[in-house]
């Protein structure tokens, strides 16, 4: 897009002339070229603000949703460990009431015998002459 730059270039060179300067035109459309190519009007502004929040805005949204596939990922993973670490806990759990049922099992099982055994009448001592 062309822009135009309002400057009198006419006034401009008759100045540089009257201080002594050798060809004042070249300095002035020199100058008007340099200060056209750093100048952006409002139009051209707005619209490099607006195209720099849409590429933000852009960026946020394709950022939130590799986030959001990260964390899916992620609450799958450990919903995934959840179940294994419930699973063996059963399964220590179980081994330890199997294991605590021998342990008590037997001297249960003896004293029970000992109880019946005195039940009729036989004592231990009888039985181990």
Known sequence: MTKKLMFDTLSYSKKLAQ????????????LVDALSQNLN???EVDK?????????????????????????????AFRKDGEAFRKEIYEISNSTVARLGTIIGI???VLTLLTLLNTFGIHLSSLIK
């Open 107 to 109: 001297p249960v099982g």
């Open 48 to 76: 490099m603000v607006s195209d720099a929040i849409k590429h933000f805005e852009d960026a946020l949204k394709a950022s939130t949703h590799e986030l959001k596939t990260e964390m899916a990922k992620d609450r799958e």
């Open 19 to 30: 201080g002594g300067v050798v060809s004042p035109d070249v300095f002035s459309e020199a």
């Open 41 to 43: 009007t409002k139009w």
